[in-house]
């Protein structure tokens, strides 16, 4: 049939519905996930007694979303929207954090959203994704540690190690573990509707 | 040839029809037209030429990949317009391009879990009428008729997931109705439900459109049920265009064309397909598997699904267990097969089962519980297959996926593997070529089509030899081709001594195995709860009200909620209060204006329909987590005042003490009015009123809203998952590192089931017409007094928490 022709900017940076019904189930299986995972993880619930900022070291799991997100949809505003859906549907189900779980979703999402924009979304390669989940991390960690200040008798030294282990837990889960994650899922077929579609074939360093 | 560019749709700013314009029908016409998806070798469909007049009923048929649904999926303006793919010719509705006449047209798909949209009846038929920008007045009469036409008497705000499959597809036609379309097309609507739902589908389609006089174009395998109901049958060819058409009469007499029908797989009225004599028929005098007084249940705390059953099972015998849905028949399945616990009476094991030959040496009498069987034991002797294949697979490729089993077999009570690599490697060869998937031994499973991932997902099962074999309807959606070598298949392993056990609703097939039949008795259902199961079986059950289980995450209020004070409030203002409440606390660290707004937030609990048990229910991770935040500060906070506590790095002391319950009571403080007040807060409400009130985009919003209401469903389908794998041989034991690999495949295994249900969701909610810039809301958000009182309150208990704070000196910012 024809041949290929360059993707109209239109086209490309225009969402559709797929893509903002995916986005937002991506959220939703992530909380799901993460659900299921609740009754495991207790096992290190050890080590955070005994150092509590080390209990951002479980962090990614919550920034997942955001760095999926934009690596799936590959539209403007995806790991924004779906850190925010995934925030919408905690604060649902019963958030710990209130509604500042809101405004947490926000900030986090805007840290993906940063850096997939500058580089004006169009790579999607394991170092971007790395980035992304680091500066998810960071912007999430900064949130917690010194916004809403949830642990204000700690020192300085110790908020800044709790932002360290959640950027190391953004870079780690949401980073590698969506990266990873998504070509998987580009294996199985099932984002053959969706920008994402050949992430399989991408070169990891491209 | 010319590329396809996608056309907007008009924006239709312009409202609509008062609801009393009469249906239009529509015609068809084709000329050479084709299509190609991205990322395919062939085109779908190439120089297709069709008439298809105002008014008629035409049955598509066809083999897989004649691209029969993408015929439908064009004409309902639901094709994507990606960047590769690429269509030629013209399709025409009415003399309009098809993508531009979206709005006369309906569409409805085969899983009803992604053909309903909304989380309450009456709005999820309103939907389409509100997409095309019907007047909101005159949207409440077309529901009202259109839940008429289907025959679904249901309340409104009745919840769509409490329906059974075949309501919820009455339901999707109800939506269709109500925008009142020209042409009607249905996607194979009736392959995932059971032989009753099909006929109640089929008579309330066949029935609206009678007195709607629309055109209707249908997709279907199984003809019996819809050859009296059509004027023409079209026959697809791949690659060929339209192969033949005439009158069903013309074109299942039997004769050239009726034969080419049954070789490309269509179920023909009447034919069955032909199968080969058994070699060794009839069971052995070798008991297998026993079950006494048995009765089963999906969780502990629900109700049991079947109660007193009493089951035995031989070698080389076929046993059908049939009964109406929601009957507990999937239950019972699972419970045998050892993958669910008994709630109470007996599973046994028999000693042939526990070694095969132990009854013949005479070493009998030991029999043990399936349940307590690690994943290695468990495939080695009985195997179990799920409904959806996609289940069941955890690996990367066809080979992998059928050596995992054999990989993964353990000798009982050891670690000791049961077969070598070169034995695997042989057996492995010898499935590939006995069901004919040598070429596609390095596709990844999930990328094949539907018969070769069933015929798969038995053959990975079989390859681990185990000598019960449990299959829940494992004949559902196939067409003939897969259906008989399926039987085939099952046929020989019953000749070699393997026992199969079927929950299915096809007689054929019963009879196929041989099977003697089990009918689960509806009367032995202790709780007559709302129907536990569409036609879903070991899919993941309905979220239906009644059966939920407490351990299952929900975002929709219940129904004591909705209907409280708070339930009743605008979303967005008890937000705001809440907001208002807690700014105070998230500024300062201090006990006193904490303690004001936790008091006075559980003195609010009956305003949200909470008494003190549920609403503890819902907020003790709030109690941890608060808890947590207190150890954490007390040991690290400045130490001050007597040491309570020396633990060598760290202490606790009373000011480290003092410190730390204020950070813990902030953090329960802040959270605490949140849950209260979004526990009342229905999430349908809440888009409603981000759209409508906050203006955020309609389409994001609601496509958001659409995404959430699959949670319950995605929950119950990570508790498939994970039985169906342990059914595979994954085990949820072993060491950090094994567990976390397991639950990586299971999180892969979830997000595709996610993402492909949400892909047809979004066929759904475009084929309603979603998505255009404007819309109408059949349900207004309001902004009523009380609102506005909650506003103040909240206000002013934030105002009365930060004076008492100042006033007793504990005021105390925390970015100070």
Redesign the interface.
């Known amino acids: 049939?024809?041949t290929?022709?360059t993707?109209a900017p239109s086209?490309?940076y225009t969402?559709?519905?797929?893509d903002?019904?995916?986005?937002?189930?991506?959220?939703?299986?992530s909380?799901?996930?993460f659900?299921?995972?609740n009754t495991?993880h207790h096992?290190l619930d050890f080590l955070?007694?005994?150092f509590?900022?080390s209990?951002a070291l479980l962090a990614g799991m919550w920034l997942f979303p955001a760095v999926l997100g934009a690596l799936?949809i590959r539209k403007p505003g995806a790991a924004l929207?779906c850190e925010m859906?995934a925030a919408?549907?905690s604060?649902?189900?019963?958030?710990?954090?209130?509604?500042?779980v809101w405004v947490s979703g926000l900030v986090q999402g805007l840290g993906a959203e940063l850096v997939v924009a500058l580089f004006l979304y169009r790579h999607w390669s394991l170092p971007v994704s790395l980035l992304a989940g680091l500066l998810t991390g960071v912007f999430g960690g900064v949130n917690d540690a010194?916004v809403?200040?949830?642990?204000?008798?700690?020192?300085a030294a110790?908020k800044l190690a709790y932002v360290a282990c959640m950027a190391v837990s953004g870079l780690v889960i949401a980073g590698l573990g969506s990266w990873a994650?998504t070509r998987?899922?580009s294996?199985?077929?099932?984002?053959?509707?969706l920008a994402s579609?050949?992430a399989a074939q991408e070169r990891a360093f491209g | 040839?010319?590329?396809h560019l996608?056309t907007p749709p008009p924006a239709a700013a312009r409202i609509r029809g008062d609801g009393s314009d009469p249906v239009r029908p529509a015609a068809i016409s084709a000329r050479g037209w084709?299509w190609?998806?991205?990322?395919r070798e062939q085109?779908a469909l190439l120089g297709l030429d069709l008439d298809i007049a105002a008014g008629e009923r035409v049955l598509l048929v066809g083999p897989s990949g004649a691209g029969k649904s993408t015929l439908l999926h064009a004409l309902a303006g639901v094709l994507?317009?990606?960047?590769?793919n690429?269509s030629?010719g013209e399709l025409l509705i009415d003399g309009q391009p098809a993508d531009a006449a979206a709005s006369r047209t309906g569409l409805m798909q085969q899983d009803p879990e992604t053909q309903v949209v909304q989380a309450r009846v009456g709005d999820d038929v309103a939907f389409g009428a509100e997409n095309l920008c019907v007047q909101a007045s005159a949207i409440w009469p077309r529901v009202a008729e259109s839940l008429g036409a289907v025959g679904l008497d249901l309340p409104l705000d009745h919840p769509t997931s409490a329906l059974s499959g075949g309501q919820k597809q009455r339901l999707a036609l109800a939506g269709i109705l109500a925008m009142r379309p020209g042409l009607v097309l249905l996607d194979e609507p009736t392959a995932n439900l059971d032989p009753d739902g099909v006929v109640e589908v089929r008579d309330a389609i066949v029935d609206s459109l009678a007195h709607s006089g629309a055109t209707m174009v249908i997709v279907e395998h199984r003809l019996a049920a819809w050859a009296d109901a059509v004027d023409r049958v079209i026959v697809l060819e791949p690659g060929a265009g339209v192969a033949c058409q005439g009158t069903p009469a013309e074109l299942f007499a039997p004769g050239p064309i009726r034969n080419r029908l049954i070789d490309a797989g269509v179920w023909v009225p009447g034919h069955t397909p032909e199968l080969v004599p058994r070699r060794n028929a009839g069971p052995r005098a070798v008991p297998l598997l026993q079950a006494r007084d048995l009765s089963v249940a999906r969780t502990p705390r629900v109700a049991p699904a079947l109660s007193h059953a009493d089951l035995d099972v031989a070698a080389g015998q076929g046993l059908c267990i049939t009964g109406p849905n929601g009957s507990g028949k999937s239950t019972l399945a699972l419970t045998l097969g050892g993958l669910l616990p008994e709630r109470s009476g007996t599973v046994d094991a028999q000693p042939e089962l526990l070694e095969p030959g132990a009854t013949s040496h005479g070493t009998g009498g030991r029999v043990e519980r399936p349940f307590l069987w690690r994943a290695g034991e468990l495939v080695t002797r009985i195997g179990t297959v799920f409904q959806e294949p996609e289940h069941q697979f955890v690996t990367?490729t066809v080979r992998d996926e059928l050596a995992y089993g054999l990989r993964h077999a353990r000798r009982a009570g050891g670690n000791e593997r049961l077969h070598g690599d070169e034995e695997i490697d042989r057996r492995v060869d010898g499935v590939l070529d006995r069901l004919g998937l040598r070429h596609l031994e390095e596709a990844?499973p999930?990328?094949l089509s539907g018969g070769e991932k069933r015929r798969l997902s038995v053959a990975t099962v079989l390859a681990a030899r185990p000598r019960l074999l449990i299959l829940d309807e494992p004949t559902f959606g196939q067409d003939a081709i897969t259906w008989r070598e399926l039987a085939l298949l099952l046929r020989e392993e019953l000749d070699d001594g393997v026992a199969v056990i079927a929950v299915t609703h096809d007689t054929a097939f019963a009879a196929a195995l041989d099977a003697t039949t089990y009918a689960v008795d509806p009367a032995s259902r202790p709780a007559a709860g709302p129907s536990e199961v569409p036609a879903g079986g070991m899919a993941p059950a309905s979220t239906a009200a009644g059966t939920a289980d407490a351990g299952t995450?929900?975002?929709e209020p219940d129904a004591r909620a909705r209907s409280s004070f708070f339930g009743r409030c605008n979303p967005l203002a008890k937000?705001a209060a809440?907001?208002l409440a807690?700014t105070p606390l998230?500024a300062s660290?201090d006990v006193v204006s904490s303690t004001i707004v936790a008091l006075a937030s559980v003195l609010f609990l009956p305003l949200a329909g909470l008494n003190p048990g549920r609403f503890l229910l819902?907020?003790w991770?709030?109690l941890?987590?608060g808890l947590?935040?207190a150890?954490?500060?007390a040991?690290?906070?400045?130490d001050s005042g007597a040491v309570l506590l020396d633990l060598g790095?760290a202490t606790i002391s009373e000011g480290?003490l003092v410190?730390?319950l204020a950070?813990g009571l902030r953090?329960f403080a802040?959270?605490?009015?949140?849950?209260i007040v979004?526990?009342s807060?229905d999430?349908t409400d809440l888009a409603n009123a981000l759209a409508q009130q906050a203006r955020l985009p309609h389409?994001?919003v609601l496509?958001?809203l659409?995404?959430?209401r699959?949670?319950g469903l995605?929950?119950e389908e990570?508790t498939t998952l994970g039985m169906a794998r342990r059914a595979r041989g994954v085990g949820a034991q072993g060491s950090?590192l094994q567990?976390l690999r397991a639950?990586a495949g299971?999180?892969?295994g979830?997000?595709?089931q996610?993402?492909?249900?949400?892909?047809r969701?979004?066929?759904t909610?475009?084929a309603k017409g979603?998505?255009g810039r404007h819309r109408t809301w059949a349900r207004q958000a309001t902004f009523a007094r009380r609102d506005a009182g909650l506003l103040a309150a909240g206000l002013a208990l934030g105002a009365v928490a930060t004076a008492a704070a100042v006033a007793a000196g504990t005021w105390n910012l925390?970015?100070g």
């Not at chain 1, 604060?91 to 500042?100: I, P």
């Open positions: 049939m024809n290929k022709l993707t086209v490309r969402w559709r519905i797929v903002i019904v995916v986005a937002s189930v991506i959220a939703v299986a909380g799901v996930i659900w299921a995972w495991t096992l955070f007694l005994a509590p900022p209990s799936i929207f859906v919408v549907v604060s649902l189900l019963g958030s710990e954090y209130g509604w500042t010194f809403f200040a949830w642990f204000p008798e700690y020192t110790m994650l998987a899922l294996r199985t077929g099932a984002l053959s509707a579609k050949r | 040839m010319t590329r996608h084709g190609q998806h991205a990322g085109p994507q317009d990606d960047e590769d690429a030629s990367a990844n999930f990328t995450p929900t975002i937000l809440v907001v807690t998230i660290l819902r907020a991770p709030l941890v987590a947590f935040a150890w954490g500060t040991l690290v906070g400045n790095v480290s410190s730390g950070t953090v802040v959270a605490v009015p949140a849950v979004l526990s807060t999430p389409r994001f496509g958001a659409a995404g959430m699959l949670l995605l929950a990570w950090v567990r639950n299971q999180s892969l979830l997000m595709v996610a993402i492909r249900r949400a892909s969701l979004a066929v909610m475009e979603f998505g925390v970015w």
